[in-house]
């Protein structure tokens, strides 16, 4: 079965910093991949998405995800953390298009001022 | 803009009673999730549809149920509440099979069984 982890529950960043959250996923297969975000007291909203074609994927909000197949990786980077990112971030993966879509366990990022 | 609402932010029930969570997307999407969301465990599929009428059981299915009467509508039913159902429930819809992939989310009923 698939799984997705997501390397560290609790991720604090100060503002202007490096954001790098991390996300490994098991599939035999080049699978669909996807980052969602849920700000606080709301559902998740898509922040990118990785199909076919390039792997470096942008997304909103200056968020970006570069699949490495050799690694089964999808870390998600933003170059400067703004107060704004401070939400939860999750990392999914869908074998194909007619599968389920599976979830990691989510990232909670902190941006400290 | 897309949008799916979720009929309740916030319920409190008791033990042993009936829960309903509504859920109305405004897509024309076919398909519709029913999510649980607990910290550390992400986000667990409950039940899904892929049509009006048809429901499939998810990764954890035990404790409820679903009605989908009318395309925009997907309900989750809790027979017997539990405290153990005390959680964040989320509503997703998307495209049919065979798309991206991409769900679109509700904002979520935040449900405690007392």
């Known amino acids: 079965a698939q799984s997705v982890t997501q390397l560290g529950s609790h991720v604090s960043v100060s503002e202007g910093a490096l954001v790098l959250l991390r996300c490994n996923y098991s599939s035999s297969v080049p699978p669909y991949l996807f980052w969602y975000v849920q700000y606080p007291n709301q559902g998740l909203q898509l922040l990118l998405k990785y199909t076919t074609g390039a792997t470096l994927v942008k997304g909103i909000n200056g968020f970006e995800a570069e699949f490495k197949k050799s690694e089964t990786s999808f870390h998600l980077t933003k170059p400067s953390a703004h107060m704004s990112d401070a939400a939860e971030y999750f990392c999914?993966?869908?074998?194909?298009?007619?599968?389920?879509?599976?979830f990691g366990p989510g990232t909670s990022l902190s941006v400290i001022p | 803009d897309v949008k799916v609402t979720q009929s309740s932010r916030y319920l409190v029930k008791r033990t042993g009673e009936k829960v309903f969570l509504e859920c109305v997307q405004d897509?024309?999407?076919?398909?519709m999730f029913w999510y649980r969301q607990d910290p550390g465990l992400g986000l667990r599929l409950i039940y899904f549809s892929y049509d009006v009428k048809m429901k499939e059981k998810g990764d954890i299915p035990e404790g409820y149920s679903v009605s989908r009467e009318k395309k925009e509508r997907f309900s989750l039913i809790l027979e017997s509440a539990s405290t153990n159902q005390t959680s964040m429930y989320l509503c997703?819809?998307?495209?049919?099979?065979?798309?991206?992939?991409?769900?679109?989310f509700g904002e979520g009923s935040r449900l405690t069984v007392l």
């Open positions: 999914a993966v869908q074998k194909t298009s007619y599968d389920k879509v599976i």
């Open positions: 897509m024309d999407h076919e398909n």
């Open positions: 997703a819809s998307s495209l049919p099979s065979g798309g991206t992939g991409e769900l679109f």
